[in-house]
């Protein structure tokens, strides 16, 4: 029978769909036939509650980014900050700030992760087109303030790792490796590897998780009958991975058939509860 804990989805994808550029909306619709629903879910949070109810999510981590390529402006944190006001134990807001354009890296993450009520900081490398170690190499500066602001206020920073099939995708921004500056100079930053590399890239975001105590790895957008091939030593990196569906993105029909593949491929229930909920409180807090 089914497992009777709930789950926290550390990766869905809440978003101003009407911001978004005509090529990647086209995308994002291609094979669903669930569109209007999907709008709804958007548009009205007490929906979207309903519909986490009904997938066995209890929490949801709801993630928007600022990216020129997928046409979202800064308004996507104030608007997802709304959104999730609406059951602040239930929705966990993450956001953005564009970090080659901003004069005020420190007053604009503060901000953001303080009146604006953004709780956890996303970087797309290829959709931004911003290399995680860009403090380091000198590409983009104002890294270095972004993440020291998380790091002294608690927050998680979460990295897209992985290819993007996205028109406009700049992928060799997201080799995990490029993340492990980060990991060097923040070491009390807590770091989300999305997607774990997936799927060029999976040993180097493996080696990460393993090397670094704040690094974790969340497994949106594998699919779940496929995570031992990607990940054959799942079980034993289970006190790292955080459940995540990548919800509404192409390929993931609903959340709870995720889950259920998820349970059905025979890891252990320590195993099952750190990853559908456990790790994720760590990272983002109760
Ligand atoms: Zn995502």
Redesign the pocket.
């Known amino acids: 029978m089914a497992d009777p804990k709930p789950v926290v989805d550390a990766?869905m994808?809440v978003q101003p769909w009407e911001m978004m550029r005509p090529a990647i909306l086209e995308k994002m619709k291609s094979g669903r036939t669930d569109l209007d629903r999907i709008r709804t879910l958007m548009e009205k949070p007490s929906e979207f509650l309903k519909f986490m109810d009904e997938n066995g999510i209890e929490r949801a981590v709801l993630?928007n980014y600022v990216s020129e390529i997928m046409g979202f402006t800064d308004a996507v944190n104030p608007w997802i900050a709304k959104f999730c006001a609406e059951s602040p134990g239930r929705l966990v807001p993450v956001g953005s700030l564009d970090a080659r354009t901003s004069r005020d890296p420190d007053g604009d993450t503060e901000r953001l992760l303080g009146e604006t009520g953004i709780r956890a900081l996303k970087i797309h490398p290829s959709h931004q087109m911003v290399a995680p170690n860009g403090h380091a190499d000198g590409t983009v500066p104002a890294l270095q303030q972004v993440y020291e602001v998380a790091q002294k206020m608690g927050r998680p920073v979460m990295f897209?790792t992985g290819t993007s099939i996205f028109q406009g995708a700049r992928n060799k921004y997201s080799n995990p490796m490029l993340v492990e500056d980060v990991a060097i100079d923040f070491p009390k930053l807590r770091i989300v590897l999305?997607h774990a590399g997936r799927p060029l890239w999976m040993d180097e975001a493996v080696f990460l998780a393993r090397r670094f105590h704040n690094v974790y790895l969340d497994l949106?957008?594998i699919p779940p009958p496929r995570l031992l091939d990607y990940l054959p030593r799942l079980e034993e990196l289970s006190g790292k991975c955080l459940w995540g569906t990548?919800w509404p993105?192409p390929g993931v029909p609903s959340p709870a058939e995720n889950v259920a593949a998820f349970r059905a491929l025979g890891l252990s229930e320590t195993a099952r509860d750190r990853i559908l909920r456990g790790n994720a409180e760590k990272v983002f807090g109760k």
């Open positions: 990766h994808h993630v897209h999305c949106s957008s990548d993105a």
